[in-house]
């Protein structure tokens, strides 16, 4: 049974950064693309980063780019994400997701086999 876990979310002011942390058990993380998606208040979830199988790749939704960066360590089973100055419009529930056949410069949350529950990132201003 795959499982994904995510942690490193929290409490932070405006300007602060913090770096998310997704490990997959189960099966070896190199047989899936990943993804972070968010959901904030009484929105749907959405596409935040994604990263190829290899690591070669990756892509961003325009509200983070430049901001954000999406990184994965195979051997570690883990991918990252990286949050630089965060904004309060970054408040959300981060999820991380784990695709087998679906890739691209953005990624969507029908093309993800499995889901972490979550970890919430609050910005105060």
């Known amino acids: 049974q795959v499982q994904l876990l995510e942690s490193g979310g929290g409490s932070v002011q405006a300007g602060d950064s913090l770096k998310l942390s997704c490990t997959v058990s189960g099966r070896a993380i190199n047989l899936y693309a990943m993804a972070w998606f968010r959901r904030a208040p009484g929105q749907e979830r959405t596409f935040v980063a994604g990263?190829?199988?290899?690591?070669?790749?990756?892509g961003y939704a325009d509200s983070v780019k430049g901001r954000f960066t999406i990184s994965r360590d195979n051997a570690e089973n883990t991918v990252y994400l990286q949050m630089n100055n965060l904004a309060p419009e970054d408040t959300a529930v981060y999820y991380c997701g784990a695709a087998s056949h679906h890739y691209g410069p953005t990624m969507a949350p029908y093309g993800m086999d499995h889901w972490g529950k979550g970890t919430p990132v609050t910005v105060s201003s």
């Open positions: 990263i190829s199988w290899s690591g070669l790749s990756a």
